[in-house]
């Protein structure tokens, strides 16, 4: 894929669609997060600020987080407490063939629905100011996920979780899968930044172009950012030597230098959506 064609991939793959795992590492989500900060209009800027006056962290203390970059990763530090909620952090849509919604998210259980829901939630100012609070906190790690294309794909291999491999050329820490290849290795090489805890240093000029890049893709909804992924799951994520329908390779898959480059653009420009969609999303509901 050569540069700046992998949003023209994703277009064209949205509109042709057919109707246990965790996404972005640290790194991914801030960025989200800190995109969202800087283009929120002033009035939905006060509401969240509102909600996060007073924000506590797992244990009940107070966190003294008061940005969307600062919280957005507030769901994945849940994990093994009473109110981790692990399935909804993706949707387990199939990348071969297709299947009704009620499989891969039985009772609602998934991130779209969750998503929804929880949207619902911190629109409505009636809603107890903990439960916002909380709502605002899953949305932003929420949105996040679901532009993860591996959060909307599955091949009987958890999200590529079962999938071992190896980045060419690139030394990852111990061994690696595909999966926690697209939620850190990768998103490290795409913004070219060294610290995997926080956002890249030129993240006001990302803003400005996720802003442009959420105005040639449309703002769409949780259940199309969900195609849009799983979509480039099939033709990216998954697009590797010796793949299979339904079937984990044996042995570790090397991701050579062209793979590596589409996946970059791709994570790229999904995190920058993400971002963009999410300010969009806080700027219509906490503005009303």
């Known amino acids: 894929m050569k540069k700046n064609n992998a949003l023209a991939m994703l277009l064209v793959l949205a509109s042709s669609c057919a109707p246990g ?8 989500h801030r960025t989200v997060g800190a995109i969202a900060d800087r283009l929120l209009t002033p009035q939905a800027h006060a509401v969240v600020t509102q909600l996060l006056a007073g924000d506590l962290d797992k244990f009940g203390n107070p966190s003294g987080r008061t940005t969307l970059e600062a919280v957005a990763v507030w769901p994945d530090e849940l994990y093994g407490t009473p109110a981790a909620r692990a399935t909804w952090h993706y949707d387990d849509m199939p990348i071969c063939g297709s299947e009704p919604k009620a ?3 039985p ?3 998934c ?5 929804k829901r929880l949207i619902g939630v911190l629109a409505n100012p009636r809603s107890a100011p903990r439960d916002r609070n909380e709502a605002l906190k899953w949305v932003v790690h929420l949105v996040g996920d679901i532009h993860q294309p591996l959060h909307a794909a599955d091949n009987d291999d958890r ?3 079962r999938v071992q491999v190896a ?7 111990g061994r690696e899968n595909l999966h926690r290849a697209w939620d850190g290795d990768l998103v490290k090489l795409a913004f070219h930044a060294r610290n995997r805890q926080q956002p890249p ?10 802003r442009g890049l959420v105005n040639d893709a449309g703002q769409g909804s949780p259940d199309q950012w969900a195609f849009e992924s799983n979509n480039l799951a099939r033709n990216v994520a998954y697009h590797y030597p010796g793949f299979a329908c339904n079937s984990v390779p044996q042995g570790i898959v090397v991701l ?10 791709i994570v790229r420009e999904r995190v920058l959506l993400a971002g963009g969609r999410l300010a969009n999303l806080l700027n219509s509901i906490l503005t009303r």
Do not use: F, H, K
Request: negative net charge; proline residues 2%.
């Open 21 to 28: 795992v965790w996404a972005w590492g640290p790194q991914g």
């Open 103 to 105: 499989r891969y998210c």
């Open 107 to 109: 009772e609602g259980q």
């Open 111 to 115: 991130n779209t629905e969750q998503l």
């Open 159 to 161: 999200g590529g979780n």
């Open 167 to 173: 980045l060419w050329g690139v030394r990852t820490r």
């Open 201 to 210: 240093d030129d993240i006001d000029a990302l803003a400005l172009e996720a």
């Open 256 to 265: 050579d230098s062209d793979y590596q480059q589409d996946a970059e653009e």
